[in-house]
């Protein structure tokens, strides 16, 4: 047996011998009573030697084989490196020309790649690239921090705002039904956001009672999104949600959804829906060219602010606004006394109102807005908006596997956390991944149409 | 006792020695070859989802002509005599730099009702329409002359060196007590507006912009329907000294210079006109004085800006 070290004699008896714990494992020790040594009793040493010689107190069943080293001995001393004679030197044989690691698996291999053409071994090598890229993507978090880097994936240029605990604070209590509701939107959003490498801020709402001595609540929007441009130096697109809403497709991608294709998606001239019946464009005999023009400059970067429009007017339950100058004059400019003043009466979805009125009245604002089609990323259910019925520009259609769910209004007389959990409910059934398909949609129909029984699989 | 000599170092090595190091084995142009394609992948990503990042191209102003000047007349508060000599001293002394002019009427803009006195806001905005490759847009009201030709706008206002040394640190925007000041870090570069107070306040009689998307946002928040609607006493000038007041990005690009700089006044609150400075004013014409006194006062500058100029 090898072993680094001499074992040393201790006074008092027995060996001190770190290499040689042979006792440990399912032997009987019958010496333990009758010497004390160094181990507390378990005289390492002395149980050695009988065991070696085979004496046991207990001859009965115990054999050789017993404890991990004596199992284990072949095998391990086989893995250590061995010293081997070239059979051709014998003229020197007490000279050793070389030593190598000669594990027999390590020549198994050897041989076997030696026998495999080369052809299977380079087709060999592409799967394994492709199981390590598997693994180093999909498995290691290297995958997000591919989708979130601005030159590769590009998530870090996407931050969506979460308008949370609407309603909470002091004044109103929150129920279950509110908080939970509250929960499934911001996982839903988290969820999203880990998907496609992008950043989540969640604002506290009930933060607007600073702003009601200044008549303002509700503009605190304005606040929230400069904030989230100063704390997220990388973003391009501020996304605000507000919490009512609910991501259906997480598959989708605000960048293939949207963004690589803008001047595809977005409109500018609001006459190819226009509820409000705004005149566009605005035409003034001291205007320039690209104000009177319907499509603006008609340069997609030139668009700094995309929303989509509902049955009645503008919807910021869902928007986007670019990062620009242009971005900090329209948060500036948005909240003015005097304008309120003025409006605050007519003014009945505040924020939402002055920004019509800044479009209306303004051609530099006209000239960077564009429209998203309204199921792009704001479909209704169809409790809203649905005094003319249902109408395919606005409300949710499931087969087309509309993006986001608004349920705008819901908490003037609808069941808010009902049509939420309906629509997560719907958002999983249409995601389910394709072993949940076969189980559900094959395999338990046939059990049903066999047996009559339903079960859940 | 004779020990053996240590046995030498054989003479005839194996035959065939492996090599030293696995990696080798490997042909290192082959792995020159594939870092090289590495490298030329991760480039390629790179150029091709980097070109992407789009940003609002900013469109280039060429900078001719330099300067335009702009002036509304209000045709019914002041004899023609006086329009047709305050228009010829404006056109000699674009004549006289390569400047433009855009002098219109009043009325030719639809102001929904509010004073005449808005009129300047889309001459501005006009000018800009029409000469989009000027650098600046100068307005001067109707009721002044340009008494010092040989100064020029640009340099002499509106290079940056000249703002940084002129503009007015840290001063309250509506005298005397306004707690809104001026920006006291402010690059000449980064100046787009520039105007001066009188005693009274801002005076919008004289200012200059440079152009700009600033200057298309200023203007058409300054034009806004719900500030021309409320009434604002002085009309334009107390709606301007609002937004100045109330939204950070217009103070950010505005510079107040001393009043001679560009509005020297005959007489009145404010600064006097001195000989040599670029321009007289005449408040006494503003807010419906009567149009008579206003011509008196300035037929005496008419003898002195002709001869200045040379033309008589």
Redesign the interface.
């Known amino acids: 047996m090898p072993l680094s070290r001499s074992p040393s004699p201790i006074p008092g008896g027995g060996w001190s011998s770190p290499g040689l714990n042979i006792n440990s494992s399912g032997q009987s020790s019958p010496a333990a009573a009758s010497f004390s040594g160094p181990n507390g009793g378990n005289v390492t040493w002395e149980s050695a030697r009988l065991k070696s010689q085979g004496v046991s107190g207990y001859p009965s069943f115990s054999t050789q084989n017993q404890g991990f080293f004596t199992r284990h001995m072949r095998r391990i001393s086989r893995s250590l490196p061995t010293f081997q004679v ?1 059979p ?2 014998y003229g ?1 044989k ?2 050793l ?1 070389r030593s190598k690691w000669n594990a027999p698996m390590l020549d198994r291999i050897r041989g076997i790649a030696a026998r495999i053409g080369r052809k299977w071994k380079i087709r060999m090598l592409i799967a394994a690239i492709i199981l390590f890229c598997y693994l180093l993507f999909w498995l290691t978090p290297l995958g997000y921090h591919y989708r979130r880097t ?3 994936g ?1 998530g870090q240029k996407f931050v969506i705002i979460l308008a949370a605990n609407v309603g909470g604070g002091v004044m109103e209590w929150k129920g279950a039904r509110e908080w939970a509701i509250e929960r499934d939107s911001v996982r839903n959003k988290r969820k999203y956001v880990s998907r496609w490498g992008y950043d989540l801020e969640i604002i506290d709402m009930s933060t607007k009672k600073r702003y009601a001595h200044e008549w303002r609540e509700s503009w605190e929007k304005v606040d929230s999104i400069r904030n989230s441009f100063r704390k997220y130096p990388k973003a391009e697109w501020v996304w605000w949600l507000d919490l009512n809403t609910f991501v259906m497709e997480p598959s989708y991608s605000l960048q293939d959804h949207i963004f690589n294709n803008l001047e595809k998606h977005v409109y500018r001239d609001i006459n190819e829906y226009n509820p409000l019946n705004i005149s566009h464009p605005l035409k ?6 690209a ?1 009177q023009n319907v499509t603006g400059d008609g ?4 668009v ?1 602010l995309i929303l989509p429009q509902d049955c009645s007017g503008f919807n910021l339950g869902s928007f986007f606004v670019r990062r ?3 971005t ?2 329209l948060l ?2 948005w909240w ?4 309120y003043e ?2 605050h009466m007519e003014w009945e979805h505040k924020e939402q109102d002055a920004l019509e ?1 800044l479009y209306t ?5 006209r000239k ?1 807005t564009a429209f998203l089609p309204q199921r792009k990323i704001n479909s209704f259910p169809n409790g809203a908006c649905s005094d003319n019925g249902m109408d395919p520009r606005i409300h949710y259609n499931q087969n087309d596997r509309d993006f986001v769910v608004n349920m705008a209004g819901c908490e003037w007389g609808r069941d808010c956390w009902g049509e939420m959990y309906n629509f997560r409910e719907l958002s999983y059934y249409l995601n389910r991944n394709p072993w949940e398909r076969f189980k559900e949609d094959l395999i338990a129909v046939i059990w049903f149409k066999l047996t009559g029984q339903k079960v859940k699989l | 006792m004779h020990f053996a000599y240590p046995p030498r170092k054989s003479s005839n090595p194996p035959p065939f020695l492996p090599r030293s190091s696995r990696i080798s084995t490997l042909r290192r142009n082959r792995i020159k070859f594939a870092a090289i394609a590495g490298l030329s992948i991760i480039f390629l990503i790179w150029l091709f989802s980097g070109g992407k990042t789009k940003h609002s191209p900013q469109r280039i102003i060429t900078g001719t002509p330099p300067v335009v000047i702009v002036t509304a007349f209000e045709e019914k508060t002041v004899g023609s005599e006086f329009i047709r000599n305050a228009k010829s001293n404006r056109r000699e002394y674009a004549k006289m730099h390569g400047y433009k002019t855009h002098l219109v009427s009043a009325g030719d803009y639809d102001l929904n009702g509010s004073p005449l006195s808005w009129a300047k806001v889309p001459a501005m905005r006009h000018a800009m329409a029409k000469y989009p490759n000027a650098r600046f847009f100068w307005y001067l009201d109707q009721n002044s002359l340009i008494m010092n030709p040989s100064l020029k706008v640009e340099d002499y206002v509106m290079s940056a060196r000249k703002l940084e040394s002129n503009m007015i640190k840290d001063l309250p925007v509506v005298p005397p007590d306004s707690i809104i000041k001026t920006f006291s870090h402010l690059k000449g570069d980064d100046v787009s507006f520039v105007l001066t107070q009188d005693k009274e306040g801002l005076s919008s009689g004289s200012f200059i912009i440079r152009n700009g998307d600033w200057a298309e946002f200023f203007l058409d928040t300054w034009f806004d329907p719900l500030y021309r609607s409320y009434n604002f006493q002085k009309a334009e000038t107390h709606a301007l000294e609002h937004i100045v007041q109330w939204h950070p990005t217009i103070l950010s690009k505005l510079a107040i210079v001393p009043q001679r700089l560009i509005n020297a006044y005959s007489k009145g609150q404010g600064d006097l006109y001195k000989e040599d400075d670029i321009v007289v004013r005449f408040p006494g014409c503003l807010f419906g004085s009567n149009p008579s006194e206003c011509e008196e006062e300035a037929k005496k500058f008419l003898p002195r800006w002709q001869k200045a100029f040379g033309l008589s």
């Not at chain 1, 003015?336 to 304008?339: E, G, I, T």
């Open positions: 070239s051709d030197q020197e007490e000279k020309v601005t030159w590769l590009g003034g005999n001291y205007l320039d060219e104000s340069d997609p970067n030139s700094n620009s100058d242009w900090d004059r500036d400019i003015d006394p005097v304008a003025q409006k009125q009245t303004q051609p530099w604002i960077h």
